[in-house]
């Protein structure tokens, strides 16, 4: 199943698997949770696996590829009160972020890890700005994956859109 936004490419999902460093027993989240392909890549570490969409079909694709997975419909701000404490988190969609992110500390566990991987450079300038206000900034990549294809009897790369990833940890 399509859905509208941007695809988290599956290179992008092991990076983020290895910078939020789940480990058995963790509480995830996953905001914007889409396709469902990060909360099943989280799902070989942990089974405690939350996710929030605003989008039905993004909450049906979830369940779909994540069957134990809980997935709620609605805005993040409204639903993050309903989940325990939180060890990690990815956030792919943004929506109302100024809402929903001080919540995030509230429910936070110690250590929590946060990564957010967004396409637009403002955005990513401004996640780095609010996690630098609530004293959880740790760094910010940008990553460009480009894929090799056949061109005329050699090999060639076809860039996609790089990504910016914002790091933070209580």
Known sequence: MKLPGTTTQEENIHIVMGKLNIQEGNIFLDIGCG??????????????????????????????????????????????????NIDRCFIGGTRNIDEFFPLLKEKANPGLTIVINLARLGMASKVATLMNEHGMFKEILQIQISRGYKLSGDLALKPFNPIFMVVGKC
């Open 35 to 84: 396709s469902g392909a990060v909360s099943e890549a989280a799902s070989r570490f942990t089974d405690r696996i939350y996710g929030i969409d605003i989008r039905p079909e993004a909450i049906e694709a979830s369940k779909s590829r994540v069957p134990l997975g809980i997935f709620l419909l609605g805005e993040a701000s409204q639903l993050i009160y309903e989940l325990p």
